[in-house]
């Protein structure tokens, strides 16, 4: 059974920077898809970033483009979600997906097409 765990979130000020991590057990992470998602209190679980497996091809929502980075560590078996210049608006619960076919070049946006999910991490970013 695949186990994926998010981990970093916290409490930041605005203009702050988090390093979120998604961690496998059973899974080599590198072979497959991971996306990140959010859901703020309200609203629908939004795609923020997500990284292929085939070419390492990655893709962000329009709203953390520039400011969010994406990346693997495979010695690790993780994938990070660097967010710096945060904004209140990036408030939610952040979760880590992972899209199980491997070595796709695909790069999923909507959460409906993942197969596992991590518990999440909480990030709130307030003054």
């Known amino acids: 059974q695949l186990q994926l765990a998010e981990s970093g979130g916290g409490l930041v000020q605005p203009g702050g920077s988090l390093r979120l991590s998604c961690a496998a057990s059973?899974?080599?992470?590198?072979?497959?898809?991971i996306g990140w998602f959010r859901q703020a209190p309200g609203k629908e679980r939004e795609g923020v970033s997500c990284?292929?497996?085939?070419?390492?091809?990655?893709y962000y929502a329009d709203s953390v483009k520039g400011r969010f980075t994406i990346s693997r560590d495979n010695a690790k078996n993780t994938v990070y979600l660097q967010m710096n210049s945060l904004k209140p608006e990036d408030t939610a619960v952040y979760y880590c997906?992972?899209?199980?076919?491997?070595?796709?070049?695909?790069?999923?946006?909507?959460?409906?097409?993942?197969?596992?999910w991590g518990q999440g991490t909480q990030v709130t970013v307030s003054s």
């Open positions: 997906g992972l899209d199980n076919l491997p070595r796709s070049m695909r790069c999923l946006r909507d959460s409906s097409e993942y197969d596992y």
């Open positions: 990284i292929s497996s085939g070419d390492g091809s990655t």
């Open positions: 059973r899974f080599t992470l590198d072979y497959y898809a």
